[in-house]
């Protein structure tokens, strides 16, 4: 059912976890399958002073999918420049790991939406300006999570996750 | 490696002596039931013989009992069948909302044929109320469908209880119980039933062969039309290796295979809710089928930690195998009233006769490291294992 490199990924996830003083948080959930990714960024500078993504971890509930497309979403991203990043697509993923089953597909949906939450949390948090595309898929994923948060989670569910927080 | 199977629920490898009984119906006594020579005239003999074995097993007579291709096609015989052939005097028909998928999908397209059809619901152990179902029936009713073993979470339905209340208001009761059979005794007349649903290859025979049994005077028409076979009822050439290997499956099949299972399944409940944090059982906690232990981890999908548990080897399985390929949660879990991340967060573990004590142990110790290192990368990861 899952290509070789998903199964590679989902046994061994690469970027697992929290970065405690991330400069960019992006939050999403799939309210159908009850999918929820977080994805944590610490942004630097290259060469030619420009924004990339110096160090990126994550933290999943899902399906093999969702998991294997968490850690090659981290994987591309990673070193990037915050353009390049956004211009990742859920193709790039899937192509990446070799295809993805069609009914996974939103999976790798899910990973790019999370970096571009990610990346929008940091550039309002900074004051910087955030390109228009950015903020219109800003608000369908903010909607999204919160129809996710409403229907799949219970209230401990929650109380876990805010523990955590 | 060594493979653990724990997925009996979904199939069962077939038995040796179920292998044995059937391996010469298919080259040696290969004959067509119906042909009137010696070589025909055999394969009748042990078809006639097997179905004496089922009807005896449930307390029938042999000509009450209808060969099929499984519990699918049974179950669609079953509804079908009995609809159309009284759709004069009613239209509609009670089931649960906790059935199997043929027994739900038959209903919906009864719907489409001009049917009514009543989906009742079930409490948190997945249990139908008996009383629901008697205020449910009308005049209008014909037949109530209610699933006795449950093939998800393995809730035992009072299936005695509502046949009573069936024969007193005068309506057909069908009881799919595929997953039951030979594991709780089933007696078609102390348990009022009108039709039963019956297959091989839940309980170590062979896929591809089940059989319904159809109450003397029942009024029901054939769904599957041909040459007559099965006294009209269901037409196409006998699966004599398979009826063979059914009826073989059903002799072996005895009480102290049900107490292992018991065992075994206990045990896995047990060492589960007491081991592993915020792991719940679904299903009602007593009358429950002896092979099936189904929980919820909360935090973690279920599909993963099933991914997980085969790369040690370990079959079991996210609620039913069918609905593995759709994203929606299960609609028994939903039935019962769990939340989505409830539902997608459960596994089934169905064991079988021939596990063994350090299979469950095993697969324990392996269940209790991945639901942790799938807490760990989940963000909302509930308490770690102890």
Not at chain 2, 212 to 238: F, M, P, V
Request: aromatic residues 6%; charged residues 25%.
């Amino acid at each position: 059912m899952y290509s070789k490199e998903v199964m590679e990924h989902f046994s061994n996830p690469r970027n697992i976890g929290v970065i405690e003083d991330a400069d960019g948080i992006g939050k999403v959930g799939n309210f159908i399958c009850g999918d929820i990714m977080w994805i944590y960024i610490k942004v630097g500078k290259n060469e030619n002073r420009e924004d990339i993504i110096e160090d990126i971890k994550f933290k999943t509930m899902g399906c093999a999918a969702a998991i294997a497309t968490s850690s090659m979403a981290t994987e591309l991203a990673k070193g990037k420049t915050i353009v390049e990043a956004l211009n990742m697509t859920k193709q790039d993923i899937s192509d990446s790991l070799g295809g993805l089953p069609a009914v996974k597909l939103h999976c790798s949906l899910l990973a790019t939406d999370a970096l571009v939450e990610a990346i929008y949390d940091y550039l309002t948090k900074k004051g910087l300006p955030v390109p228009d595309d950015v903020s219109k898929k800003h608000e369908r994923i903010k909607s999204e999570l919160e129809k996710t948060e409403k229907i799949c989670l219970n209230p401990k569910a929650q109380e876990n996750s805010l523990k955590k927080d | 490696m060594k493979r653990i199977y724990l997925d009996h629920a979904a199939t069962t490898p077939v038995d040796d002596r179920v292998l044995k009984a059937m391996q010469p119906y298919l080259c040696e006594r290969f004959g067509n039931a119906s042909s009137i020579h010696r070589i025909g005239q055999e394969a009748k003999e042990a078809l006639e013989k097997s179905r004496q074995i089922i009807a005896d097993k449930i307390n029938a007579h042999p000509s009450e009992i209808v060969f099929t291709s499984g519990g699918t096609e049974s179950n669609n015989f079953a509804l079908k069948g009995v609809a159309f052939s009284n759709r004069d005097k009613g239209r509609h028909i009670i089931t649960t909302r906790v059935e199997h998928d043929c027994v739900l999908n038959s209903c919906r397209w009864l719907e489409t044929q001009g049917f009514k059809v009543t989906y009742l619901g079930v409490d948190e152990n997945g249990m139908v109320r008996p009383d629901d179902i008697r205020q449910a029936i009308t005049k209008d009713t014909l037949a109530v469908s209610v699933i006795h073993g449950n093939n998800e979470v393995g809730t035992i339905a009072p299936i005695r209880e509502i046949g009573k209340i069936c024969r007193e208001k005068g309506v057909y009761f069908h009881t799919d119980a595929c997953q039951s059979f030979t594991k709780v005794p089933i007696d078609v007349e102390k348990d009022y039933l009108d039709m039963l649903t019956i297959n091989a290859h839940k309980i170590y025979g062979p896929k591809g062969v089940g059989a319904l049994y159809i109450k003397k005077g029942t009024t029901i028409d054939a769904w599957q039309h041909g040459g007559g076979h099965e006294r009209n009822l269901r037409s196409g050439t006998e699966n004599i290796p398979g009826i063979v290997g059914f009826a073989k499956a059903v002799e072996i099949a005895c009480k102290s295979d049900v107490v292992q299972m018991t065992e075994f399944r206990d045990i896995l409940i047990t060492r589960v809710l007491s081991e592993i944090a915020d792991s719940s059982l679904r299903g009602h906690p007593a009358h429950r089928l002896c092979n099936n232990a189904t929980f919820s981890f909360s935090g973690i999908e279920g599909e993963s930690l099933l991914l997980r548990l085969d790369m040690h080897g370990i079959a079991c399985s996210t609620g039913s195998a069918c609905s593995s390929h759709t994203l929606e949660p299960s609609h028994v879990l939903m039935a019962m009233g769990l939340s989505h991340e409830d539902a997608h967060s459960s596994l089934r573990f169905s064991v079988g006769k021939e596990n063994t004590a350090e299979d469950i142990e095993h697969t324990v110790d392996m269940l209790k490291k991945e639901v942790g290192l799938l807490r760990k990368m989940s963000p909302v990861g509930g308490m770690d294992v102890q």
